[in-house]
């Protein structure tokens, strides 16, 4: 009998636009906080974050005024705002800043991550949709022979996770009764109404030294085939394009309607089309798509800010969807 391979439970995917440093391999392309789009801003904020260290919680928001006055005196954070004018007392931040170009920071890497251990493979330009069938047919379990059919860097990558014991057995999905929804870690779920089946958030984080063997990390080798998937919002544990390039490109992705990228929102359909993905649908609040016998309809959002009224600059939010879905079996919402 063949042996069928998937990727080691230790393994982490990331998506990166750049590894000239080990930051750089932490910030996956999707994600809005700590992605490569928020990197200028987070390393000119490092002295703050130093000082609040050295501070203490309650010293440091005493002192929290002169503190952000201080911040903003610094050569690197200048250099991020308009030469002149505040906004709410502040140094107003450049435009480009704010909302920087998506284009500014491609996918150009595959980042494979295990504890003490990396690997970073450089994807030619129009590769990723070799790249994600690659991963898919890993998470269904594929053997060594079928990798023949892929280009000759996958083939290589697969001879460096072989060699480096970062390969594991097959052992197929795991079995579910369905109708129902099934919480699968941190804010992943899987819904199977009986006629579809979706997933929502899903992150494939590797397993660590942190988590208990009897409750291991979902993986992407346990969801078996899904229909389509929903995303929330674009923080990093909710939407993942090292975690969503092991589903096969057919599935659909559901996802918020972003009409700008800004600090707090990346535009996770101009994210997902950069890395191949063939079946992204962005989805206003209040509409409404069928996968298979359910309804799915985007609700508003106003989770992980402190506002849904207008914030110090206009049109800058964390933007996102919560999803109702309905099915003659049953309805069930996500919020996060």
Do not use: K
Request: glycine share 8%.
């Amino acid at each position: 009998m063949t042996q069928r391979w998937t990727l080691h439970r230790s393994i982490t995917l990331s998506v990166l636009a750049s590894v000239r440093s080990e930051a750089a391999r932490g910030q996956d392309v999707g994600c809005s906080i700590q992605g490569p789009v928020t990197a200028a801003l987070r390393r000119a904020q490092t002295p703050l974050r130093r000082e609040v260290r050295r501070l203490g919680e309650r010293a440091a928001l005493e002192q929290a005024a002169a503190l952000i006055r201080a911040l903003e005196e610094t050569p690197r954070y200048r250099a991020l705002t308009v030469p002149r004018g505040r906004r709410g007392g502040r140094r107003h931040l450049r435009p480009e800043v704010l909302f920087p170009s998506p284009a500014r920071h491609a996918p150009r890497f595959l980042h494979v991550q295990t504890e003490g251990a990396g690997l970073d493979l450089p994807v030619p330009r129009g590769a990723w949709p070799h790249v994600q069938d690659f991963l898919s047919a890993l998470a269904g379990g594929m053997s060594v022979r079928e990798a023949a059919r892929f280009p000759t860097f996958l083939q290589e990558l697969l001879g460096e996770l072989r060699a480096a014991g970062l390969l594991a057995p097959w052992a197929g999905p795991v079995q579910l009764d369905a109708p129902g929804v099934f919480f699968a870690g941190h804010h992943m779920a899987r819904v199977d109404t009986g006629g579809a089946r979706l997933l929502v958030d899903p992150w494939f984080r590797g397993m660590s030294a942190v988590d208990l063997p009897s409750y291991p990390p979902v993986q992407a080798q346990d969801v078996g085939p899904v229909d389509a998937v929903l995303i929330t919002h674009t923080h990093g544990d909710h939407f993942h394009l090292g975690s969503l390039l092991q589903l096969p490109r057919s599935t659909r992705v559901l996802v918020p309607a972003v009409v700008r990228e800004s600090l707090f929102s990346t535009d996770a359909a101009a994210r997902l089309r950069q890395a191949g993905f063939a079946h992204v649908e962005p989805m206003p609040w209040w509409s409404s798509t069928r996968v298979g016998d359910a309804e799915i309809t985007a609700l508003p959002f106003h989770g992980e800010q402190p506002t849904d009224g207008e914030g110090v600059y206009p049109g800058l939010f964390n933007e996102g969807n919560t999803w109702l879905v309905r099915s003659p079996a049953f309805s069930s919402a996500f919020a996060a």
